[in-house]
C-alpha cells in the first residue's frame, strides 16, 4: 500500500485514495476465500459420489489452502499493479489543479514569510483581545461598586432631607447650629453613660466585699 497520505485527494473524496484501495483489496481477499470454499465443497461432492475413491476430506481441505496461498499471492501481485495505476491515474489530483475552495489562493498567493507574519499579526490581535476583555469586565466591576456607593449615597441625603424636615416641623432654623448642639448632646451623653457605668462597677464591688 502507499505511504504517501495524498491530503489533497482526501480533502476533495472525502475519503483517503489509500482507504479506498485497502477496502476493495479486502472485498476481493474475501470474494477468494469465499469462493475456494464453494470450489472445496463442489469437489466433495463430487468425491462423494465416485466409488471407491480414496480421497479424504482433510487432503481436498489441504490442496484446497495450498492453492488459496498461490491464488493469494498471484493476486497480491496483480492487486499492487492495479493500485499503482489507480493512485496515479484515477485517485490524484495534477499538481497543477486547484480545487474551487482554493481558488482564493491563487488570486491572492503569500510566502511562508507572509503567513508567518500572519500568524504573529493574529496571536498579537487575541492578546489585545483579551487585555480589552479583561479591562471592560474591571470597568463593569467598577460600575458596579460606583452603582451601590451611588445607592448609599442617596440614602444619607435622604436622611439629611429627613432631618431637615423635622427641624422645620420643629422650629429649628439654623441645621448647622442644631447639628453642633446635637453633637455636644451626644458627648454629654456619653461623658454621662461613662459615669454610670463606673459608679455601678463601684457598687458591684462594695456588695461583694460586703
Sequence with gaps: MSVDPMA?????????????????????????????????GVILRKLDKMPGCNIS??????????????MKDRFDKLFGKMEEVLLQLVLSIPKNVLLPEDKVHEQF??????????????QQLELQCRAE?????????????QKVVKAELEKILQLFDDVKKIFREQGIGNL???????????KKLQVLMKEVEEKGKQLKIHDELM
Design 8 to 40: 489533497y485527494e482526501a480533502q476533495f473524496f472525502g475519503f483517503t485514495p489509500q482507504t479506498c484501495m485497502l477496502r476493495i483489496y479486502l472485498a476481493f481477499q474475501d470474494y477468494l476465500f469465499e469462493v475456494m470454499q464453494v470450489v472445496e
Design 57 to 70: 476430506p482433510s487432503q481436498v481441505r489441504k490442496c484446497t489452502e495450498e492453492f488459496l496461498i498461490f
Design 109 to 122: 498567493p503569500y510566502s511562508q514569510e507572509e503567513f508567518q507574519a500572519l500568524q504573529e499579526e493574529i
Design 133 to 145: 476583555a479583561a479591562d471592560e469586565q474591571a470597568l463593569r466591576a467598577e460600575l458596579e461598586e
Design 176 to 186: 448647622k447650629e442644631s447639628l453642633s448642639f446635637l453633637t455636644e448632646s451626644s
